[in-house]
T-cell receptor
Framework: EAQVTQNPRYLITVTGKKLTVTCSQNMNHEYMSWYRQDPGLGLRQIYYSMNVEVTDKGDVPEGYKVSRKEKRNFPLILESPSPNQTSLYFC????????????FGNGTRLTVT | KNQVEQSPQSLIILEGKNCTLQ??????????LRWYKQDTGRGPVSLTIMTFSENTKSNGRYTATLDADTKQSSLHITASQLSDSASYIC??????????????FGTGTQLKVEL
């Protein structure tokens, strides 16, 4: 089944403790991206990647890191999480052409205390 | 600044009725407009994608329209079902240099379908 898989689905952590949220897709998509969704703000892009070893900042990149060493994986790293990073996170992927639909994972709900 | 505004914020309708959701945008340069459905606790799922030259596109009981001159889009849901209860998100794409898209998301319309 074609899908984008995120892990974990739920994560509670403390301020400053490094964490990684994994994202994997099995559709051979070139484009992958991370979003956060907060009430009343809609989805905001954190980072995106057009292909392996190519990443770029989105609208809200502060406090996050990503890497794209393989085509299928695009992990999101929080080196020193803070409470304002408590949010619902989505990974998405698509083919590179502009009219290709985004396929989203089912989200990771992160709470930082 | 690129913006996407959706209305209404929320809507309650009876099962079997039709409804229309609105999306206004100021995005440049326009590449395409997308509608997504997001069930509670799940990731958004693509319903339609329309380019500049398309003014209507259907996906089952969902029909999207696009007026590129007035920068407006609508999503019409026919004969609503309980399973249509979800958030509907309008997303407008601006063409980006080097390929790909710069997406601007609306905040969504929360639709509830009741018996």
């Amino acid at each position: 089944e074609a899908q984008v898989t995120q892990n974990p689905r739920y994560l509670i952590t403390v301020t400053g403790k490094k964490l990684t949220v994994t994202c994997s897709q099995n559709m051979n998509h070139e484009y992958m991206s991370w979003y956060r969704q907060d009430p009343g703000l809609g989805l905001r892009q954190i980072y995106y990647s057009m292909n392996v070893e190519v990443t770029d900042k989105g609208d809200v990149p502060e406090g996050y890191k990503v890497s794209r060493k393989e085509k299928r994986n695009f992990p999101l790293i929080l080196e020193s999480p803070s409470p304002n990073q408590t949010s619902l996170y989505f990974c998405a992927s698509s083919f590179r052409d502009r009219d290709s639909p985004l396929h989203f994972g089912n989200g990771t709900r992160l709470t930082v205390t | 600044k690129n913006q996407v505004e959706q209305s209404p914020q929320s809507l309650i309708i009876l099962e079997g009725k039709n409804c229309t959701l609105q999306c206004n945008y100021t995005v440049s340069p326009f590449s395409n407009l997308r509608w997504y459905k997001q069930d509670t606790g799940r990731g958004p799922v693509s319903l339609t994608i329309m380019t500049f030259s398309e003014n209507t596109k259907s996906n089952g009981r969902y029909t999207a329209t696009l007026d590129a001159d007035t920068k407006q889009s609508s999503l019409h849901i026919t004969a609503s079902q309980l399973s249509d209860s979800a958030s509907y998100i309008c997303v407008v794409s601006a063409g980006a240099s080097g390929g790909g898209n710069k997406l601007t998301f609306g905040t969504g319309t929360q639709l509830k379908v009741e018996l």
